[in-house]
C-alpha cells in the first residue's frame, strides 16, 4: 500500500505520552486549551490552528514533537524534541498521533540531535504536556524519507511526497494524487 505524505499548514496541539501497555508510545491529543499547560509559546493562537483537526485521521504528515521545562520567559528552554513523520488516528471519542518515522532526536544534555530510525522515538514524561506541531522539512532528504518516492506538489511551495507501489504509476485519482495499479488505469 502506497503512502502519500501530506504538509499540514503549520498547525499545533498539545499532548500527553501514553504509556498504557496498549497505547504505549502513542501520544494523546489534548483539548487546545491546554496549550498553556505544555508551556508553549503558541498559547493564545486562534483554535483554527488546531493539529488535530488541521490533520486528517489516516493521512501522513511531518511532525515535530517538543518537551519544554517550566520556566517562562528568556529560561524557557526545550528538554528534548523529536521530528519526523506521524499520523493521526481515533480510539474511541480521543485522538493519538502514531508516530511511524523518526528523523532526529535530542534530550537534555545532548549538544547536537542525533539521527534516528523507526525504532529511536523518544519516551516522554507522561505527567508533562508535549507540543505536536506539523512542519515542512527544509531538507529534500527527510521529504522524500519512504521508499520508492515520488515529489508532487498541489499546492505552491507544498511539496507532497508519495510513496509508489510495487508495479504503480503516480497519477490522479477522485482529485488526490497517488500510485495508481494497473485496475486504477483502466
Known amino acids: 500500500m502506497s503512502k502519500k505524505i501530506t ?11 501514553d504509556v498504557s ?44 514533537v517538543e518537551l519544554f521545562n517550566t520556566e517562562v520567559g528568556n529560561d524557557r528552554s526545550v528538554i528534548s524534541k523529536e521530528k519526523g513523520i506521524a499520523v493521526i488516528f481515533p480510539s474511541g471519542s480521543d485522538l ?11 534530550a537534555v544534555g545532548e549538544e547536537e540531535p542525533s539521527s534516528s530510525n523507526a525504532t529511536g522515538f523518544l519516551s516522554f514524561d507522561s505527567e508533562r504536556h508535549v507540543v505536536i506541531s506539523s512542519y515542512t522539512p527544509a531538507d529534500y532528504r527527510h521529504i ?3 521508499e520508492d518516492s515520488v515529489l508532487c506538489t498541489t499546492s505552491a511551495f507544498q511539496p507532497e511526497p508519495v510513496e509508489l507501489d510495487p508495479s504503480g504509476i503516480l497519477g490522479r485519482k ?3 494524487i497517488t500510485s495508481l495499479t494497473g485496475q486504477d488505469v483502466l
Open 96 to 106: 493519538y498521533l502514531d508516530r511511524v518515522y523518526a528523523f532526529e532526536n535530542q
Open 7 to 17: 504538509n499540514v499548514p503549520f498547525a499545533v496541539s498539545p499532548g500527553l505520552y
Open 174 to 176: 477522485s482529485g488526490q
Open 144 to 146: 522524500c524519507a519512504g
Open 21 to 64: 501497555p496498549e497505547g504505549s508510545g502513542f501520544i494523546k491529543f489534548e483539548p487546545f486549551s491546554a496549550l498553556s499547560k505544555a508551556n508553549s509559546i503558541y498559547d493564545g493562537l486562534p483554535s483554527g490552528n488546531d493539529l488535530s483537526k488541521s490533520a486528517n485521521s489516516g493521512e501522513f504528515f511531518f511532525y515535530n
